[in-house]
């Protein structure tokens, strides 16, 4: 984890260098994201997706003239999945019926992002735009998955990464609509009976905001 929060370090650094000139906005965003836990050893236990809301604070610097710019966000967000342990015998045995684990995130995402707006006056109706790049995300809370003993079935890591990439569009110049796809590529949870199964977050994003 420690070289990811080496790499925003040094992401952020190389950004405000030319950030004085940058238009900065910044306003409220909430969606919903559509999750589920990517297992890496597929077949294994069967996993149904899951919905959760997602709130908190975004912020926009453009840079002018050239159409690219850098956001950023503090939110919280809930993921998670129906992890249908109950199918397999290994946890059938231990009473752990299919249970939805959700997870708690306070989450960073760091995009670099390029809104087309050369559109002959059009853009201050409706503006296009695509964005990419690293999200951190620190664990606040999860429910508990317990066996009939009241064993904890899963370990779950505190921090995680992911990758964003996404679109969507500006309406109306302080409106946005995006939609979005996170990777997780590292491991948010992982079974305490079998210490190599584990698995990351994957999901899509829908976001609204409002720029001031």
Not at 71 to 77: A, I, K
Not at 85 to 99: E, P, Y
């Amino acid at each position: 984890m420690k070289k990811y929060i080496v790499a925003l370090v040094a992401f952020v650094s190389l950004l405000s260098a030319n950030m004085a000139e940058a238009q900065l906005r910044i306003g409220p965003m909430a969606g919903v994201s559509f999750t589920t836990l990517k297992f890496n050893q597929g077949g294994i236990i069967s996993v149904d997706g899951a919905a959760g809301p997602a709130a908190g604070v975004f912020l926009e610097k453009m840079f002018p003239g050239i159409g690219f710019g850098i956001d950023m966000g503090l939110m919280y967000s809930m993921k998670g999945a129906a992890v249908n342990f109950a199918n397999r015998k290994i946890w059938a045995d231990d009473g752990v019926a299919s249970t939805r684990s959700m997870l708690h995130y306070v989450e960073l995402p760091i995009n670099v992002r390029f809104k087309y707006t050369h559109l002959q006056g059009f853009e201050d109706y409706l503006a296009p735009f695509i964005f990419a790049g690293p999200e951190f995300s620190f664990l606040a809370g999860h429910n508990k998955i317990l066996t009939s003993n009241k064993e904890q079935v899963m370990n779950y890591n505190a921090a995680t990464v992911g990758l964003i990439v996404g679109l969507g569009a500006e309406i109306f110049k302080n409106w946005q609509l995006s939609g979005s796809y996170t990777w997780g590529v590292t491991t948010a949870v992982q079974t305490v009976k079998l210490d190599d199964y584990k698995a990351n977050n994957r999901g899509w994003n829908i976001r609204a905001a409002y720029l001031f």
